[in-house]
């Protein structure tokens, strides 16, 4: 075996490669997605072809389109199979054989959580696709496409990415099978994995294939996972559960117990690899280059909940790229190995990246066909990535990070000018100057050597660290900027406001408030219980209370009548059925009437996804004995929980009332105005078969009984506008 090398510590700017050959090219109007294409920009063959569940947008807010901009600067020549059909090799055939690889993603989003809602129903559309047609993409798009490339050109390399391919970099719970899954890479059957935001390392892989080096020898860049068959002798194993103890396991068998009463001749294989790891207790930090965490095996966290609660807590342990070691993770005969993460982008980095010569719209072999993912952010900006919240539900600190990668003013005015200038259908109106958070521009830890070593999941829960760098001034200072250029109206702010963050600057919520709100506001408390929000990690609801009064009173001075719309999430790890009445008569007390309602989807490698399996709290030590935790499983419970988010619906009321009396609260039933339903039925409401409609009769009730007019629908709704997903009406 050869040796392996270790992680570069000081890695190179994406952009100081040598460019490849196929420079001379120049830049293509639109990366090919047809042989007519590539004829016409003198190209023989495609150096990379990526393939991708999404239809083909040319904007930085996709990701194959930034993938394949930042290797056409390389000097690639990229190609695009979008959204192929899967049902044979011929799609994946049509431009031809890549000279170094296929670069494989399902898209900007899970496939599974885009084709299924949270209830497992399929869903009719797709965001991603043009005139959001549902069904153009394969449940788990990256396995299915990488089979497919392999079937088409099986020698040829094959890289996976993209989120399904970053959230199923290890063994996984799936939902949908409600069983623990392989890693992606095992069953993708690919050369190697790259997670997170993978700039550094496809870029770093493209020109290494470039120059004829082995997939196989490719094991020393961040961010990346591969298969290998043994540890390599020069590196030192750590077992996991000697960082964190999960306890006696059932059956009573240590799975990390080494067989050396038995010859290597009698002992099984598994036996015999055994014999030769060499688990280190505490590991000098000289020699953290070369130390690797042994997670439990796949075979072992799919039998035992428990050690996947662990797995899952060491994984996220292991999260900062300042700090983090490598994991293997045994699969069978083969080790899943997992490098630490990339090393962030620089803000020079950034600003090249998302200033690479997009074309901004779809590629025209869609026609006039529309595209709502599009549509969505066509006239926004990304100013910045990562999320240092560590929300348990989410995924975004899992995939982009917790530090956050910012661009700097300058750039991003000049995206601003760009759109004004050169995007159609642009009025005037910004939509939006986010990311995954829209206040979280230019924050960080006050003490990079702090940063470097800190292990903590999240920077704001149970408080704000006071090493956190709460200053939004170079946020207003850009919105500022960002308002006053000529010919743009209106500066809105779509991404979601962290509000415990906001409070530490009321400077930053008066200029929100004044300047940047269309009417609404979207925040997500997501619960008010105490239950769900520690699992959740999130704030107490007094941090929302402290918001909406800056947020009023700054609207009050500007005169405006602005509302804060919250969002909810129902059925989520430590939520009871108390949990969400005291939600429900929460809402009623301040007068907001959900239009639509979130429930808990376990997405895959979350850390609240852990507890949905497990039972077990893997925001503390995972033993047999440690803190369990109430999961709301099942289609019924469920429902109730949505329903309790949906109180005025009589549709309902009938399931409410029942519960109600289950949990002895039958004096909320009524129509008093502390009285969540009434005791009466209108005619034509409740219960209806699967897929039924809500009978016209419903529109006379909603206003005789609410107050509220009768709702738009179909082409009236359109043209009344967008509905905000909850309604704000007086406090009664």
Request: include cysteine.
């Amino acid at each position: 075996m050869r040796p392996m090398q270790a992680l570069t510590a000081s890695p190179k700017d994406i952009f100081s490669h040598r460019k490849y050959w196929a420079a001379r090219f120049g830049t293509a109007p639109f990366l090919p997605m047809s042989k007519a294409e590539m004829d016409k920009l003198g190209w023989e063959e495609c150096d990379i072809i990526l393939v991708t569940g999404d239809a083909y947008v040319d904007h930085p807010s996709f990701g194959m389109a930034i993938v394949g901009r930042l290797l056409e600067a390389q000097g690639f020549r990229v190609g695009i199979i979008a959204q192929p059909d899967w049902h044979s090799a011929d799609a994946f055939r049509a431009l031809g054989r890549p000279k170094l690889f296929f670069g494989v993603t399902a898209g900007n989003m899970d496939s599974m959580v885009n084709r299924y809602t949270s209830d497992r129903r399929l869903r009719s559309d797709d965001a991603y696709t043009p005139n959001a047609e549902g069904g153009k993409r394969p449940d788990r798009s990256v396995i299915v496409y990488s089979q497919r490339a392999r079937e088409a050109f099986p020698e040829v390399p094959i890289v996976i990415g993209g989120i399904e391919a970053s959230l199923r970099r290890i063994a996984h719970f799936d939902y949908w099978s409600e069983k623990v899954r392989r890693s992606v890479l095992v069953d993708a059957k690919a050369d190697l994995l790259v997670y997170g935001n993978a700039e550094r390392a496809i870029v770093d892989i493209a020109h290494r294939l470039a120059a004829r080096q082995n997939p196989a020898d490719i094991t020393n860049i961040r961010g990346t996972a591969f298969l290998r068959q043994a540890t390599p002798a020069d590196w030192i194993e750590i077992d996991s559960t000697t960082i964190d103890t999960p306890g006696p396991l059932n059956p009573p068998v240590d799975p990390y117990a080494m067989e050396a009463s038995a010859s290597k001749a009698e002992a099984p294989a598994t036996q015999q690899r055994a014999q030769v790891v060499r688990f280190i207790r505490e590991v000098k930090n000289a020699d953290r280059a070369r130390s690797v965490i042994r997670m439990p095996s796949y075979e072992a966290v799919a039998a035992d909940p428990i050690l996947y609660a662990h797995a899952s807590r060491i994984l996220h342990v292991e999260s900062n790229p300042g700090n983090a070691r490598a994991l293997i993770q045994r699969h069978g005969d083969r080790e899943v190995w997992i490098n630490p993460p990339p090393i962030p982008l620089t803000m020079k980095e950034m600003d090249a990246l998302y200033e690479l010569p997009y074309a901004r719209v779809p590629h025209p072999a869609y026609g006039k066909a529309k595209i709502p993912a599009y549509e969505m952010i066509r006239f926004s900006v990304t100013i910045q990535r990562g999320c240092f919240g560590g929300c348990t539900f989410c995924s975004i600190t899992e995939h982009e990070g917790r530090i956050i990668q910012n661009r700097s003013e300058d750039s991003i005015i000049r995206e601003v000018e760009h759109i004004r200038d050169h995007v159609p259908g642009f009025t005037g109106v910004i939509s939006d100057l986010g990311g995954p958070t829209a206040n979280m521009y230019r924050l960080a830890c006050k003490s990079r050597e702090i940063e470097s070593s800190c292990r903590r999941p999240s920077c704001v829960y149970p408080g704000v660290c006071p090493n956190l760098n709460t200053d939004h001034s170079s946020l207003i200072k850009l919105y500022r900027r960002a308002r006053a250029l000529p010919g743009v109206k209106k500066v809105l702010i779509g991404s979601g406001v962290r509000y415990d963050l906001a409070v530490e600057s009321p400077e930053y919520v008066k200029e929100l408030a004044q300047h940047h709100v269309g009417g609404y506001l979207k925040i997500a408390p997501e619960a008010i219980g105490e239950g769900p929000l520690s699992k959740m990690m999130k704030p107490g609801v007094g941090s929302y209370y402290k918001f909406k009064e800056l947020f009023d009173k700054y609207s009050k001075e500007a005169g405006k009548e602005q509302y804060l719309i919250p969002y909810f999430i129902a059925a989520h790890p430590g939520t009871t059925d108390e949990d969400m009445l005291e939600l429900a008569l929460w809402l009623k007390q301040n007068g907001f009437r959900a239009d639509q309602v979130q429930a808990f989807l376990p997405s895959p490698m979350a850390t609240a996804t852990a507890m949905y399996h497990s039972g077990k709290n893997p925001l503390r030590k995972v033993t047999r004995d440690s803190e369990d935790v109430i999961i709301p499983k099942g289609l019924r419970v469920r429902r109730l929980h949505k329903a309790f988010l949906r109180y005025h619906d009589p549709e309902n009321w009938p399931v409410l009332r029942e519960a109600l009396r289950r949990m002895g609260r039958a004096d909320l039933i009524g129509s008093g105005k502390r009285q969540l339903v009434p005791s009466f039925q209108p005619a034509g409401t409740g219960l209806r078969p699967e897929g039924a409609r809500k009978p016209a009769k419903y529109q006379s009730f909603r206003t005789q009984h609410t107050g509220l007019p009768p709702a738009p629908q179909g082409r009236d709704r359109k043209a009344a506008g967008a509905k905000p997903k909850a309604r704000p009406a007086k406090p009664r």
